[in-house]
């Protein structure tokens, strides 16, 4: 079948397998290039919860291709139906794995809800799989969490929580942007209620990840090496009344909470080397381009940050992350990854520049209907959030029939 893009309020509903591929393969060419002259051999085993989009699917990728690692990954995925294509993150999975075996790379992919208990005990039994196929121990030495989800059960009470984006305390309006055809329009939102900002921490908060080191710790998987990394964003102040002072806000305080207590928990016991978060660069995902205000300020801060040479990607900000900071000191010292005061990784730091800073906002104030196509890069918006999907990728033919299972 011929497969075209379905967007509804900037979501788009199907996926195209083809341009997934040529999507992963891009990623892969670009962390071989890369991360392939690194001369010491970690990590050797990775763990990637949340593997099949954007950064989780870039971390495993840099991982095995810049690394040489043995990786599991772990993500919720559909398959495609008689009416459907498979989401965008199946036809990802399936390339990887397709790349890694073609490179002798030992990989599994897991799909599967990673909250639930049983999850976690499948995933321990898979590590185990892979390393005795790769021949070595084990011990996992990069647990990366990256995942992105509305919903919520907690294995231990069976609670379902769902997350809301919402501001908190007053309610929020603001100039949001329509990459599909570049046009304005005003949105608001009420603020959150206590039960909503509840739920949203449950759901997007840090707990999940202490309950994955827990299982993995009783699984007997950890060491004195491992390095665990989950990633946030921070952003301008113009956008925090949506994002870092809203419910999406709270539930980042409740992920840097959580990792001062695994770093309390395991490495001040010598059980893993640190947990880490990483902030990270705004950037166009299935989930941003639905958040209100973030469209129009994405969209000024690529013009800006293309135009002095800065932009980057997934792939590029995660081989960044791995290669100046998570493994930045060779001997292997956690204490010299670096890190702000707050002891968090900022590979957000040329976003947050004061000059990219400056220019962005000059952008977002003096942008009009008539410019928009000129003083912003609504049109890199667009194409990024379609590749993300699948489409408009270089050099796939989106007029061929192609087979979408």
């Not at 984006?165 to 009420?190: C, H, Q, R």
């Not at 004195?224 to 002072?245: D, F, M, Q």
């Amino acid at each position: 079948m011929i497969i075209k893009p379905m967007i509804r309020n900037n979501i788009c509903l199907n996926s195209h397998p083809s341009g997934c591929i040529a999507s992963v393969q891009k990623q892969i060419e670009y962390a071989k290039k890369n991360l392939s002259a690194i001369d010491y051999k970690t990590p050797k085993l990775a763990l990637i919860i949340g593997c099949s989009n954007g950064y989780g699917l870039a971390s495993r990728i840099a991982a095995a291709f810049g690394y040489g690692a043995v990786t599991v990954g772990l993500s919720k995925e559909k398959a495609a139906s008689e009416k459907h294509t498979a989401t965008p993150g199946f036809y990802n999975n399936s390339a990887f794995d397709q790349f890694a075996a073609k490179a002798g790379l030992v990989s599994k992919t897991l799909d599967g809800n990673a909250f639930l208990g049983e999850m976690k005990a499948e995933t321990a039994k898979a590590v185990r799989e892979v390393a005795e196929t790769a021949k070595i121990q084990p011990k996992i030495d990069l647990i990366v969490y990256s995942l992105a989800s509305p919903v919520r059960t907690c294995p231990k009470t069976g609670i379902q929580y769902k997350s809301a984006i919402k501001p908190v305390g007053e309610p929020f309006s603001g100039k949001t942007l329509n990459m599909m055809d570049g046009t304005f329009s005003m949105t608001s939102a009420e603020p959150a209620t206590e039960d909503e900002i509840y739920n949203t921490i449950k759901v997007m908060g840090g707990e999940d990840w202490e309950y994955w080191m827990e299982a993995l710790d009783k699984e007997g998987l950890l060491s004195r090496k491992t390095r665990t990394v989950a990633y946030s964003y921070l952003g301008p102040e113009h956008s925090w009344p949506i994002y870092k002072n809203g419910t999406i806000g709270k539930a980042k305080e409740d992920l840097e909470r959580a990792c001062i207590d695994i770093n309390k928990t395991y490495a001040e016991s010598g059980k893993i080397a640190g947990a880490w978060i990483s902030v990270n660069k705004a950037l166009v995902t299935r989930s941003s381009a639905v958040i209100p205000i973030i469209p129009l300020y994405i969209s000024c801060l690529f013009k800006v940050m293309k135009e002095m040479n800065l932009h980057e990607g997934c792939i590029e900000q995660i081989t960044r992350l791995y290669r100046d900071r998570l493994y930045a000191a060779e001997s292997g010292d956690p204490e010299m990854v670096p890190v702000d005061r707050k002891g968090r990784i900022r590979i957000d730091d040329w976003e947050m520049r004061e000059d990219v800073q400056k220019a962005t906002m000059e952008k977002m104030k003096n942008v009009t209907p008539e410019n928009v196509f000129t003083e912003t890069d609504v049109a890199g918006f667009k194409h990024d959030f379609l590749e993300a999907h699948g489409f408009d990728v270089k050099g796939v033919d989106y007029n061929a029939d192609v087979n979408g299972s």
